[in-house]
């Protein structure tokens, strides 16, 4: 089982001050970003756990639904031992 996070990639700032929202895992040490479509700026994302806005709550459950996605695309590959085929942009493309 291979375990993703959501992860503010802040190795990327946008000209709007935002960065951009993945999902992250690692296969035999190799980091793979997924692109979630989503750009907040770090305050954004630090208040996310503190008092969410609605708002919020909604873009939540959105990445929820995302990471979802991934690791049920992860698992298939996993079951069908088609890991080594893996890439960021195989699993954003099937969306």
Known sequence: MINT??????RKLCKNNTYPVKIYFSINGK????????FLTAE?????????????KNIKKYLTGKQLQVDGRLLEMERSNQLHLV?????????
């Open 44 to 56: 954004e994302w630090e208040s996310f756990d503190i008092n969410p806005s609605p708002e919020q």
């Open 87 to 95: 890439s960021a942009k195989l699993l954003h493309d099937e969306r």
């Open 5 to 10: 996070s959501i992860i503010l990639y802040k």
């Open 31 to 38: 980091p793979i970003f997924v692109k979630t479509g989503l």
